[in-house]
């Protein structure tokens, strides 16, 4: 079974807009990652985010989290075609090495 | 340096076929994860190997589906008696510090 929840399932915009993905989990975690799927096969990971962190950037990617709402956010700024997608938001529990999945959104970029 | 390698990349089989999947983990890497893929959906644990030893188990769906690592590096994931709902992506990722897991590029199994 998955843990979390993604919102929104899917998401379509224009290139060059921001592009905001939210991430919902259920128990208490290490860090929660932030990968990104292209045609259904191998992960790309794309940032990690430690429960003790609040916000992370790398390049045009922002992430927040925040653990009393058991709750976090992937930003892509300035959004590209190559950025079509799925993002998937997975995090390690206490305890417990494995990740858990959210079921994803899928991201249309636009030209 | 080389990524997480999988193979084969996709597999046929018929129900109730013997199949095994091999991974290659980043050189180094002493934690190896195995996850499955259906489709539309996130990847679920299969299985976590710290060495040579399976430290947990728990997302084995049953005892058709079996994994080995026998020398710390290579893991091979063994499904008996195949069945159509076995028919997913199946993920091998490893980490160094078990933190981030690094993925491989999948093998798409079908069973028809």
């Known amino acids: 079974s998955q843990q979390g929840e993604e919102d929104p399932q899917a998401l379509s915009i224009q290139e060059g807009e921001n592009a905001t993905m939210n991430c919902s989990y259920k128990?208490?975690?290490?860090?929660l990652q932030w990968y990104r799927q292209n045609s259904g096969r191998g992960l790309v990971h794309l940032i990690l985010i430690r429960s003790n962190e609040r916000e992370k950037h790398s390049g045009r990617l922002r992430v927040t989290l925040d653990t009393s709402k058991k709750s976090s956010s992937l930003l892509i700024t300035a959004s590209r075609a190559a950025d079509t997608a799925s993002y998937f938001c997975?995090?390690?529990?206490?305890?417990?090495?494995?990740?858990?999945f959210g079921q994803g959104t899928r991201l249309t970029i636009n030209p | 340096g080389a990524g997480v390698s999988q193979t084969p990349s996709n597999k046929v089989t018929e129900k109730g076929k013997y199949v095994e999947l091999r991974c290659d983990p980043i050189s180094g890497h002493t934690a190896l994860y195995w996850y499955r893929q259906s489709l539309g959906q996130g990847p679920e644990f299969l299985i976590y190997?710290?060495?040579?030893?399976?430290?947990?188990d728990s997302g084995l769906p049953n005892d058709r589906f079996f994994a080995v690592r026998p020398e710390g590096s290579v893991s091979t994931l063994k499904i008996q008696r195949t069945e159509r709902g076995d028919s997913a992506v199946y993920l091998c990722?490893?980490?160094?510090?078990?933190?981030?897991?690094?993925f491989g590029p999948g093998t798409r199994l079908t069973v028809l």
């Open positions: 997975a995090t390690d529990e206490k305890g417990a090495q494995k990740l858990v």
């Open positions: 128990t208490s975690i290490n860090n």
């Open positions: 990722a490893s980490s160094a510090q078990g933190d981030t897991q690094y």
């Open positions: 190997f710290q060495g040579t030893g399976a430290a947990d």
